[in-house]
């Protein structure tokens, strides 16, 4: 009987997802992929392509059916690591984040499997186009997502490159809260790689959200950048979390491995206003600092 009800729950949730991709997909024909078994959370997450947005991986859970108007998904736009124009590298922590209910959408072409992704680079631009899908699909009664997406909480984040683009779209008013993973602007441009955005550090004045900063520790080539960042920063909360394995974090551990775990974390609390996951982050010590081999510093406006 075990046997027969996991799989008929299988049959269940493919067949969701595939009524998903296909209405988001009109007449073309779109790939998507259930990762992880569709992650830990309790809204089992599909990763897919969508038609009216190009060169995007969308993470959201399959069934739509919990969420409404009056419990929509928060927003979660992602941009890559190197400027890489899919989310290759970090799938399977986009695709836990949106198993906990979000609808994530992440820069560049869907990874079907663990390929290096090889071709043009991503932008900056493609970050704020995944707001306004977002937008625009919480308005359209052909979506599926029609009255489903919380546009009043709308996170921008991204992994080194896409830490830089997130920074260089910090003003966007749309964007509530900000998560700069192993990056951070650049005191010294020319040690950059080419075609990285590069804002000045005056740039961080336009932060107008709480800001949290998840670095991969001293050995970590952006832990420089990124605390100078996070040091400079009085105006908002924010909140600087480091982890010891260097530049390249846990994205491509199970889950997304140790880094789900404030990230998902600051989302609750930020997007959600979950006040246990705030304990993560408030108090004197703060859960997160007393999780193994993290180590945190948070700024005055964070009790």
């Not at 490159?161 to 509530?176: A, E, H, S």
């Not at 889950?255 to 979950?274: M, N, R, S, V, Y």
Request: glycine share 8%.
């Amino acid at each position: 009987m075990k046997i027969i009800s996991f799989c008929a729950h299988m049959r269940t949730a493919l067949t969701a997802a595939a009524i998903l991709t296909a209405s988001l997909a009109g007449a073309q024909q779109l790939q998507s992929r259930i990762v992880e078994n569709g992650g830990k959370g309790p809204h089992k997450s599909i990763m897919t392509e969508v038609a009216n947005l190009k060169a995007h991986t969308v993470f959201m859970p399959q069934d739509l059916s919990a969420f409404s108007k009056d419990n929509p998904l928060p927003v979660l736009v992602w941009g890559n690591g190197a400027c890489t124009n899919s989310p290759w590298e970090h799938y399977k922590f986009l695709n836990e984040i949106a198993s906990h209910g979000y609808l994530v959408i992440a820069t560049g072409y869907i990874p079907m499997d663990d390929t290096p992704y090889e071709g043009d680079r991503s932008t900056t631009e493609q970050q704020i186009e995944s707001i306004d899908w977002a937008f625009a699909q919480n308005k359209d009664k052909k979506s599926p997502l029609y009255r489903k997406i919380d546009t009043k909480h709308v996170a921008a984040a991204g992994m080194s490159c896409g830490g830089l683009q997130t920074l260089y779209n910090c003003g966007d008013k749309r964007i509530t809260t900000l998560m700069v993973c192993n990056s951070g602007l650049f005191s010294n441009p020319s040690t950059a790689m080419p075609g990285m955005p590069m804002p000045q550090k005056d740039k961080l004045k336009d932060i107008h959200c709480p800001v949290i900063y998840i670095l991969g520790g001293k050995t970590d080539i952006a832990y420089e950048n990124g605390m100078d960042d996070f040091h400079r920063i009085n105006h908002v909360p924010a909140f600087a979390a480091n982890y010891p394995v260097g530049h390249g974090g846990t994205y491509r551990e199970a889950h997304g491995g140790e880094f789900t775990i404030p990230a998902l974390a600051w989302l609750d609390w930020q997007l959600k206003g979950d006040k246990i996951a705030a304990q993560m982050f408030e108090g004197n010590p703060c859960g997160l600092s007393q999780r193994e081999k993290w180590t945190v510093e948070k700024n005055a406006l964070i009790k």
